[in-house]
C-alpha cells in the first residue's frame, strides 16, 4: 500500500480568529506558573546529553529542480567518478555554504 504525501500552504498572515474556548486555554496557560508546570515526565538534559548532541541529525532539507552552467570539464571529473554525481555536486556546494556560515 503507498501513501500520498498531503501538503497545505498556510498564510500566517490570514489566520483563522481563535474561538472563545482556545482563548480562555491560552489566558489559562498564560496564567499559570512556571513551578506548577509538571516536567517529571521528561528526563532533565544534562551536560553529558549536549556533549553528544548532534545539530540537524534528522534534518532532511527540500530538493529543487534547476539548471546551472558547469564547465565541462569539471562535470566530466565529476562523471567518472561512477554514478552520483548529483549529489557530489550538492555535497561540495552544501559543504562550502557551511563554511562560509562558520
Same mark, same amino acid.
Given at each position: 500500500m ?9 498564510d ?7 474561538t472563545?474556548?482556545?482563548?480562555a ?6 496564567e ?6 509538571? +516536567?517529571s ?17 534528522? +534534518?532532511?532539507?527540500?530538493k ?11 562535470l ?8 552520483? +554525481?548529483?549529489s557530489?555536486?550538492?555535497?561540495i ?7 562560509s556560515?562558520?
Amino acid at each position: 500500500m503507498s501513501k500520498k504525501a498531503v501538503k497545505h500552504k498556510v498564510d500566517l498572515t490570514k489566520l483563522p480568529p481563535l474561538t472563545e474556548k482556545q482563548k480562555a486555554e491560552l489566558a489559562a496557560l498564560a496564567e499559570r506558573a512556571d513551578k506548577d508546570i509538571d +516536567y517529571s515526565d521528561v528526563p532533565p538534559l544534562t551536560a553529558e546529553f549536549w556533549k553528544n548532541a548532534e545539530r540537524g541529525k534528522f +534534518y532532511k532539507p527540500t530538493k529543487t529542480s534547476t539548471t546551472i552552467r558547469i564547465d565541462s570539464d569539471v562535470l566530466a571529473w565529476l562523471r567518472s567518478q561512477g554514478k552520483g +554525481y548529483q549529489s557530489r555536486i550538492n555535497a561540495i556546494l552544501r559543504r562550502e555554504m557551511l563554511e562560509s556560515l562558520k
